[in-house]
Antibody, heavy 127, light 107 residues
Framework: QVQLVESGGGVVQPGGSLRLSCAAS????????MHWVRQTPGKGLEWVAI????????YYSDSVRGRFTISRDTSKNTLYLQMNSLRTEDTALYYC????????????????????WGQGTLVTVSA | DIVLTQSPATLSLSPGERATLSCRAS??????LAWYQQKPGQAPRLLIY???SRASGIPARFSGSGSGTDFTLTISSLEAEDFAVYYC?????????FGPGTKVDIK
């Protein structure tokens, strides 16, 4: 069965950095786009970033563009989120999620729905 | 960004009753709307996509309807495991956005 296991969360000061990881199993990792989605009590669920099945396309929400970088390592079946210049408003539970669409070279590589979710990793940005 | 509004914020019902949850979009999202269920301490789970298609393993008591800006999630007969928070999400316009959620609790 599909499993997504996040790690790397923790407490960091404003301006600091953190790298989140998501170990994927139970499906062909190289075939699907992957997303990061975060959740806070105040702002609810917020989409953060996507990487296409082959890593050729990456897109970010306006709130993190230029500070966060999404990547994937197919040899390790692992998704990453490098978070730099962290702000207090980045405090959230970060979920790794899978897109249901099989990626193809012709494009149209993602639905932007989220059919499997990890359990989340908590990031706290505080002085 | 497209803003999704969900109503009511809380729905108090008894097991066996029918639940009707509403999601309204600030502009048309065509048929690109999904519903998720989240229980305490768990990640959201995809229930419905493209307005009315049930995700894998989702029971038939969950159904979705609507188009354009007004959508409904119906649970035909509530079971104990259905008491949770439900979110709608659109993918019509970038970026994808979520509604604030409707909590279905036990009356």
């Amino acid at each position: 069965q599909v499993q997504l296991v996040e790690s790397g969360g923790g407490v960091v000061q404003p301006g600091g950095s953190l790298r989140l990881s998501c170990a994927a199993s139970g499906f062909t990792f190289t075939t699907y786009g992957m997303h990061w989605v975060r959740q806070t009590p105040g702002k609810g669920l917020e989409w953060v970033a996507i990487i296409s099945y082959d890593g050729s396309h990456k897109y970010y929400s306006d709130s993190v563009r230029g500070r966060f970088t999404i990547s994937r390592d197919t040899s390790k079946n692992t998704l990453y989120l490098q978070m730099n210049s962290l702000r207090t408003e980045d405090t959230a539970l970060y979920y790794c999620t899978k897109d249901p669409r099989v990626g193809r070279p012709s494009g149209n590589y993602a639905t932007y729905y989220f059919d499997y979710w990890g359990q989340g990793t908590l990031v706290t940005v505080s002085a | 960004d497209i803003v999704l509004t969900q109503s009511p914020a809380t729905l108090s019902l008894s097991p066996g009753e029918r639940a009707t949850l509403s999601c309204r979009a600030s502009q048309s999202v065509s048929s690109y709307l999904a519903w998720y269920q989240q229980k305490p301490g768990q990640a959201p789970r995809l229930l419905i996509y493209d307005v009315s298609s049930r995700a894998s393993g989702i029971p038939a008591r969950f159904s979705g309807s609507g188009s354009g800006t007004d959508f409904t999630l119906t649970i035909s007969s509530l079971e104990a495991e259905d008491f949770a928070v439900y979110y709608c999400q659109q993918r019509s316009n970038w970026p994808p956005t979520f509604g604030p959620g409707t909590k279905v609790d036990i009356k």
